[in-house]
């Protein structure tokens, strides 16, 4: 799909997260590649695109160190039409030929989570979202800030390398984060499309939400909805989609409920209230954008080590930030 204007050559790719345009490019020559494979031929490791060759080529390493680019390349190659030349996902600290000690997958890089990585002699962090607060990681405005100056020491001073692993996990067919989300919930069997689910047979929103709470380690949800009302149609849009994309797809899709990650109060929840008022069975849970995402730290952890067996890699989950008084 194309934007009005929008080369030919750039995709607008829309995942139920969030929105990705990528850039269609061939794929490059790849220099740390040659590093770590030693027989085979460049066209020959064009294949290797799979997960199944991706192992097989391992064993034709000449050693058992990775370093931090060929770990990200590895990913990076499973993913249809990557690399993307514009994307959030670039090393945030350290560098590609750090040598990896340990590995740690998780939602946020928090304080917190870079000092278990130390604890766990990890230098390397795998994180989904941004490590300084904004989209890109944009850092020219917290020079003078010492909650940003503290982190970024604190990471520089133990060599931890951080790849924020957003738009290619999302890009995965089908997308590693909902895969995550979807064997944490058992709701495999009732996937009908990327987002939507068929509930047979149908629970009370009541148990709905104690289900999720349940499977996904959360303490408490917001909603807004009738608790005994029957759902059987769900939509499903982990992390914060934004109100336009959750508003259209329940318009197109008609759910009983929407189950997503965060929302803004003043879009998708508003809507929600006014179907409501219009005489629509809609409701809406609210999960949480971290409680909502974690499981795809989980699927990125053993992705990992399927591939990487003789490494040591933990999922750290980052935890809620917010609580509930
Ligand atoms: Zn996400």
Redesign the pocket.
């Given at each position: 799909m194309a934007l009005p204007g929008m080369p030919k050559k750039f995709k607008l790719l829309i995942t139920f997260?969030?929105i990705i345009i990528k850039y269609a490019m061939p794929t490059p020559k790849d220099h740390t590649r040659r590093k770590f494979i030693t027989n085979l031929s460049l066209s020959t490791a064009a294949i290797m695109t799979t997960p199944y060759l991706t192992k097989a080529a391992n064993f034709l390493k000449t050693d058992d160190s990775y370093n931090v680019g060929q770990i990200m390349d590895m990913f990076i190659k499973i993913v249809p039409n990557a690399p993307f030349a514009s994307t959030v996902d670039t090393l945030k600290a350290g560098s590609r030929d750090t040598v990896v000690g340990g590995i740690v997958t998780t939602m946020f890089p928090t304080i917190g989570v870079i000092k278990k990585a130390i604890s766990l002699n990890a230098n390397f962090i795998v994180a989904?979202e941004p490590t300084f607060y904004n989209h890109t990681d944009d850092v020219s405005w917290l020079q003078n800030d010492d909650v940003y100056q503290y982190k970024a020491d604190l990471l520089k001073k133990h060599n931890i390398a951080i790849w924020r692993n957003?738009d290619y996990i999302?890009s995965l067919q089908p997308d590693g984060?909902t895969t995550g989300v979807v064997a944490q919930l058992g709701w495999k069997q009732y996937q009908k499309s990327a987002a939507m689910f068929a509930i047979n047979p149908s629970i009370m929103l009541s148990e709905l939400i104690n289900h999720a709470k349940k499977q996904l380690n959360i303490e408490k949800v917001r909603y807004i909805g009738d608790l005994s009302q029957p759902c059987t149609n769900v939509l499903l849009m982990?992390?914060a989609a934004g109100g336009q994309r959750q508003i259209s797809a329940i318009s197109t899709l008609k759910p009983d409920v929407l189950v997503c990650g965060e929302i803004a109060e003043w879009e998708t929840a508003e809507y929600v209230r006014d179907a409501q008022s219009e005489g629509r069975k809609l409701s809406l849970v609210v999960l949480g954008h971290i409680a909502s995402?974690e499981p795809?730290s989980e699927f990125m952890r053993n992705w990992l080590q399927e591939r990487l067996p003789g490494m040591k890699i933990t999922h750290v989950p980052s935890g809620n930030s917010l609580s509930f008084a």
């Amino acid at each position: 799909m194309a934007l009005p204007g929008m080369p030919k050559k750039f995709k607008l790719l829309i995942t139920f997260d969030r929105i990705i345009i990528k850039y269609a490019m061939p794929t490059p020559k790849d220099h740390t590649r040659r590093k770590f494979i030693t027989n085979l031929s460049l066209s020959t490791a064009a294949i290797m695109t799979t997960p199944y060759l991706t192992k097989a080529a391992n064993f034709l390493k000449t050693d058992d160190s990775y370093n931090v680019g060929q770990i990200m390349d590895m990913f990076i190659k499973i993913v249809p039409n990557a690399p993307f030349a514009s994307t959030v996902d670039t090393l945030k600290a350290g560098s590609r030929d750090t040598v990896v000690g340990g590995i740690v997958t998780t939602m946020f890089p928090t304080i917190g989570v870079i000092k278990k990585a130390i604890s766990l002699n990890a230098n390397f962090i795998v994180a989904h979202e941004p490590t300084f607060y904004n989209h890109t990681d944009d850092v020219s405005w917290l020079q003078n800030d010492d909650v940003y100056q503290y982190k970024a020491d604190l990471l520089k001073k133990h060599n931890i390398a951080i790849w924020r692993n957003h738009d290619y996990i999302h890009s995965l067919q089908p997308d590693g984060v909902t895969t995550g989300v979807v064997a944490q919930l058992g709701w495999k069997q009732y996937q009908k499309s990327a987002a939507m689910f068929a509930i047979n047979p149908s629970i009370m929103l009541s148990e709905l939400i104690n289900h999720a709470k349940k499977q996904l380690n959360i303490e408490k949800v917001r909603y807004i909805g009738d608790l005994s009302q029957p759902c059987t149609n769900v939509l499903l849009m982990v992390g914060a989609a934004g109100g336009q994309r959750q508003i259209s797809a329940i318009s197109t899709l008609k759910p009983d409920v929407l189950v997503c990650g965060e929302i803004a109060e003043w879009e998708t929840a508003e809507y929600v209230r006014d179907a409501q008022s219009e005489g629509r069975k809609l409701s809406l849970v609210v999960l949480g954008h971290i409680a909502s995402e974690e499981p795809g730290s989980e699927f990125m952890r053993n992705w990992l080590q399927e591939r990487l067996p003789g490494m040591k890699i933990t999922h750290v989950p980052s935890g809620n930030s917010l609580s509930f008084a």
